[in-house]
């Protein structure tokens, strides 16, 4: 299993009866709540935190893009992994992802990619992503179009990376009369792709034929997760190939201290600061985002979301998140990792009011007592190079070479 | 108890004049159009809101059908109505809707629709005046009023008080409470996301259209513009500006009315369309 670092950047100041007062922390939340001076203090911390995980030895870093809220503060996350290209020096840095429709044209997602692959020496990881519901909100980009549209724009992108330009586009919503991305990725054909998802069977086997990787995003209950990866397998079978376990990443929030007490002591206040907080107005969903069918079946598993747990004992059972001591989250880890198939790991703990000193600490543990046994022999061995670890769309398997 | 009673008492009206409408399935150009209609004389069109209440021959229909031949079609996208993979815009909306009259051998016609479907009537009778013999428009958007932005329908839409709240003047009212009930059925709710869908692709960028105002000119024909007082969906100021680019139409608010004069105050709403349309 690789281990990857998550960060949103959420917004730790909100005020105490902000849950009373408020009914999103999207969208519509006052801007009047940002501090911009906190916030540059915060944006150093943040990448502090992420160029530690790089010298702890995690395989990578996630960014991800969100707008107008308080849950993650990168509606660029381009910028930060900008700033990360030169922050750290071994690990990968994945984006996952850019939200294709809200770019237009999509071809400026193929232009920022490739710089931040040559920029990082081709450390990146290309996450490609529709964009979470209240986006679409943020932005009045139509979400009944959003699914062709990030196909269309995915295609776009891709072909971009590996067809010589320039080149005419033509489909239903986007016309270019000049592709030519200048520069191009460092990786060949192109960097990795991650789907980030939340478990839509149209995405599932869409990645699936395509090779990409499809990433869970966290915050359901581990029986999603088990739902969706089996499923995965399936489409990649149907699709005529065996998944490989880098195909499916597993996120969740992992913290580690000295014992299960401490830990659970320590990380608890701040993962309700999270959900009570943050997770307030996530689900908002424009119609036409899904289908209808899809669109019910999300309001009938509302229970399987972390925004509506009440107790310690729902996180836990529906594993949440990973808190513990070294040796509990180990064996955890150990076990879901078997039970779910996944070979990457998406790993955070900031979940907004979370001291730096303890999110520090918590990955120092991780990576000194919980990283070396879970993760596979071949993915352990990073300084030597592993390449381009996930698939490109050709199918191929790819050593980029150029790392290190 | 009052309220329960006076909600069977509809159900039993829409139960007696549901077989006044037969629904028929028409081919507007590869779009499968459900269509209902009952009735002789005049043709006369309703256009319906993004409420979906073309789905059943409701009792206000019946009404007009005692003495105009009553055509309610679905919008694409709508219901059983195909064809939505052709629609991005109000604009096509219109021209699905010309296609359809000519199917239908209809050349003049009394148009009108409230709401969304105001909205499309009006859209029709800029393109194609000479097709609209009389046309009304009730509680539509199509414009944008700065003193007045149009409210968020798709924030409120899963909030099903908030949402009674907005388009209702009472929202206690037994109406209120059948046609926004709290309690929905998986059938229901798919069918109302649809509906949502297909009005977010219209409206979601621009909830207006910025060509109305300088094309409203060309309606020829008379015009009943006819607003809800109470209507917090698309209020008053929105008729108001309808009116200012249509210096014929006559002019009507329905006191203690919000946005769906059909359910809330039907037989004053019935009997002004069918004056109009006389």
């Given at each position: 299993m690789q281990c990857y670092f998550f960060h949103l950047m959420p917004w730790p100041f909100l005020p105490d009866d902000f849950a009373e007062t408020y009914d999103s922390a999207w969208v519509w939340i006052p801007n009047s709540l940002y501090d911009p001076v906190k916030g540059h203090t915060l944006y150093q911390e943040y990448i502090n935190t992420l160029s530690y995980a790089d010298e702890l030895g995690f395989d990578g870093v996630c960014v991800n893009e969100h707008h107008q809220n308080a849950y993650g503060l990168m509606p660029s996350p381009n910028v930060i992994a900008g700033a990360l290209t030169q922050r750290t020096k071994k690990c990968r840095i994945a984006v996952i992802g850019n939200a294709l429709t809200l770019y237009n044209p999509p071809l400026r997602v193929a232009e920022e990619f490739a710089m931040l692959d040559v920029m990082s020496g081709g450390r990146l990881v290309a996450g490609m992503v529709v964009g979470s519901g209240p986006e679409y909100f943020s932005f009045s980009v139509d979400p009944t179009h959003a699914r062709e549209r990030w196909r269309e724009a995915l295609d776009l992108i891709v072909k971009a990376w590996t067809t010589p330009g320039p080149f005419i586009w033509?489909?239903?919503?986007?016309?270019?009369?000049?592709?030519?991305?200048?520069?191009?990725?460092?990786?060949?054909?192109?960097?990795?792709?991650?789907?980030?998802?939340?478990?839509?069977?149209?995405?599932?086997?869409?990645?699936?034929?395509?090779?990409?990787?499809?990433?869970g995003i966290p915050f359901f209950h581990i029986d999603v997760f088990k739902r969706v990866f089996s499923l995965f397998r399936e489409a990649c079978e149907k699709a005529g190939y065996t998944a490989r376990p880098e195909q499916m990443g597993w996120g969740v929030p992992v913290y580690v201290a000295e014992t299960d007490k401490q830990a659970r002591e320590e990380f608890e206040p701040h993962l309700w600061y999270f959900v009570r907080n943050l997770l307030r107005g996530i689900g908002l969903s424009p119609p036409g985002y899904t289908t209808p069918r899809s669109a019910v079946a999300i309001i009938k598993n509302q229970d399987k979301f972390l925004a509506v747990q009440k107790t310690w004992d729902d996180v836990e059972r529906g594993v949440f998140a990973v808190v513990g001591s070294p040796e509990t989250v180990r064996q955890k880890l150990l076990h879901y990792k078997k039970e779910l198939g996944a070979g990457v790991m998406l790993t955070g703990c900031q979940t907004g009011t979370l001291p730096h000193e303890l999110a520090r600490k918590s990955m120092e543990l991780f990576a000194r007592e919980v990283?070396?046994?879970?993760?596979?022999?071949?993915?352990?061995?990073?300084?030597?190079?592993?390449?381009?670890?996930?698939?490109?769309?050709g199918g191929e398997n790819q050593e980029s070479g150029v790392r290190n | 108890m009052f309220e329960t009673l006076k909600k069977l008492k509809y159900g039993a009206r829409v139960l007696l004049s549901r077989s006044g409408g037969q629904?028929?399935?028409?081919?507007?150009?590869?779009?499968?159009?459900?269509?209902?209609?009952?009735?002789?004389?005049?043709?006369?069109?309703?256009l319906h809101s993004a409420l979906g209440e073309s789905l059943m021959w409701l009792p206000f229909y019946q009404t007009w059908a005692k003495e105009f031949?009553?055509?309610?079609?679905?919008?694409?996208?709508f219901g059983k109505s195909g064809g939505?993979?052709?629609?991005?815009?109000?604009?096509?909306m219109a021209f699905h809707y010309i296609e359809l009259f000519d199917a239908?051998?209809?050349?003049?016609?009394?148009?009108?629709?409230?709401?969304?479907?105001?909205?499309?009537?009006?859209?029709?009778?800029?393109?194609?005046p000479e097709r609209v013999k009389k046309l009304w428009i009730a509680d539509a958007p199509g414009f944008w009023v700065d003193a007045e932005p149009l409210p968020d329908l798709f924030r409120v839409m899963q909030d099903r008080d908030a949402l009674r709240e907005l388009l209702f003047h009472d929202p206690n009212a037994h109406m209120a409470q059948l046609i926004i009930s709290a309690e929905r059925k998986d059938e229901d709710l798919m069918t109302a996301y649809q509906s949502m869908t297909v009005l977010a692709r219209l409206v979601w960028e621009r909830p207006y259209n910025p060509k109305l105002a300088q094309r409203l000119h060309r309606v020829r024909c008379p015009v009943l513009l006819l607003w809800g007082a109470h209507d917090k969906l698309v209020p008053p100021s929105y008729g108001e500006a309808y009116r200012k680019h249509l210096p014929q139409a006559e002019w009507k608010v329905i006191p203690n009315c919000g946005h769906l004069p059909m359910f809330e105050r039907e037989a004053e709403f019935v009997e002004a369309v069918a004056k109009f349309c006389r």
């Open positions: 033509n489909s239903k919503h986007y016309f270019q009369r000049y592709v030519n991305p200048w520069p191009r990725p460092l990786q060949q054909p192109h960097p990795p792709i991650w789907v980030p998802g939340v478990g839509s069977l149209e995405t599932i086997e869409f990645v699936a034929q395509r090779r990409y990787a499809y990433m990283m070396p046994y879970v993760r596979d022999q071949e993915s352990g061995i990073r300084s030597q190079g592993s390449g381009i670890r996930s698939q490109e769309s | 629904p028929e399935t028409v081919d507007v150009n590869g779009r499968s159009t459900v269509i209902m209609h009952a009735g002789q004389g005049a043709p006369f069109v309703y031949r009553v055509l309610v079609p679905t919008h694409p996208g939505f993979d052709q629609i991005d815009t109000v604009e096509d239908l051998g209809l050349d003049e016609i009394c148009l009108g629709g409230v709401s969304l479907g105001g909205w499309i009537a009006a859209e029709i009778a800029c393109r194609w």
